[in-house]
């Protein structure tokens, strides 16, 4: 069974840093990562992913502040979160599919439960 847990998630006053890492466990190879966010009462929204090989891609709301990276052996995909503003206030999500295209917003197969950043001004 994949499992996904993810860590990082905190409050901050505007232009601080976060960095959220979600680990998984219950397979070995994962062809794309991904995060996503949520402010209640609205849909959750792709933020960046990262394929095997390395290849990014952000939303343009994030893009220059926030960073997408991954560990192999560690199995753990990570958000650096730079500069947060009050808009980056949600609950974050991580997800990863173990095959097909790697995209923003590719359909993610499994998920984390999610961890909260609250940025304040």
């Known amino acids: 069974q994949v499992q996904l847990v993810e860590s990082g998630g905190g409050s901050v006053q505007a232009g601080g840093s976060l960095t959220l890492s979600c680990a998984v466990s219950g397979h070995t190879h994962l062809n794309c990562w991904g995060w996503w966010r949520q402010v209640p009462g609205k849909d959750r929204a792709a933020v960046a992913a990262i394929d095997y090989a390395g290849g990014t891609v952000y939303a343009d709301s994030v893009k220059g502040r926030f960073t997408i990276s991954q560990d192999h052996r560690k199995n753990t995909v990570y958000l650096q979160m730079n500069n947060l503003q009050p808009e980056d206030t949600a609950m974050y999500y991580c997800?990863?599919?173990?095959?097909?295209?790697?995209?923003?917003?590719?359909?993610?197969?499994?998920w984390g439960q999610g961890t909260q950043v609250t940025v304040s001004s």
């Open positions: 997800t990863l599919a173990l095959t097909g295209s790697c995209y923003l917003g590719f359909p993610g197969q499994y």
